[in-house]
């Protein structure tokens, strides 16, 4: 004889089930009105505003390229200096609220080149340090860069370390 | 000439970018990892290195270069000084940058408020 709460469960389920079924398809015919009503994006208009700012980002880092080999460096040497500017720049522009603008207007023109690199980690600083310096400004910093690093560092080194093998 | 191929590689990679935001349902932090990872397997097995020398900053600029500069630092040191410089290699060309990322982003944080 089962007890009084195990036979109101076995009554219970077949409408909790229901219940179940009948919110996932109004879950489904939901989700079907948002991707109908949702206006497509400008797919060219995004693309041009990202490729002319992208563009023109990487049109000044050719200009500091330029300069650090006209200084005597050879193109592998003049990297680390170039892409260091190039991330002060985007720091500099962050701190005075011009990359947030940038950002709005080019979208992945502004967050591909490494100044919007460095644009998340500057503006994770700003934004999180009033939950502290620590554990806000400090702990957040990397937020969306650290993600960034890892998967650099985890497939830079294991691409290098299969090319060494492959070539001892 | 250098310049105008630059700006049109870097603005095709940033074009591509943007493309992949608006086609899928990607946030920019998935953008940003899967072109440096793009980047960084191009310049371990040595792919990156060939285009770098035709685009200048139109492929170093992209993070896809961060990523190629990170393997190329592990590949460089691994070469000269043996398997420990898979790590000691790895923030070579890279690590000046994240440094000064770092110093002055928490610089800015202090002189800076967020805007509303």
Known sequence: MPSQKARQQ?????ETIQAAQEQKRRQKVYEQLVAEKKPKPPYVRNFLAAFVTGGTICLLGQGVL????RRGMDNVAATAPTLTVMILLGIVLTAF???DELAEFAGAGAAVPITGFANTIAASAIDFKHE????GMGAKMFIIAGPVIVYGVLSGVFAAFVKLITKL | MAYLIAFLIGGTICGLGQLILDLTTLSPGHVLVMFTVL???AGGFGIYQPFLKFAGAGALVPVTGFGASIAKGSLLEAQRIGFIGLFTGAFEFTGQGLAVAV????IAAIFFNPRS
């Open chain 1, 97 to 99: 609220g011009v990359y």
């Open chain 1, 66 to 69: 330029s300069f650090f080999v």
């Open chain 1, 132 to 135: 502290g310096w620590v554990l």
């Open chain 2, 103 to 106: 110093f002055f982003s928490a």
């Open chain 2, 39 to 41: 980047g960084a397997l």
């Open chain 1, 10 to 14: 076995i009554t219970k389920m077949p």
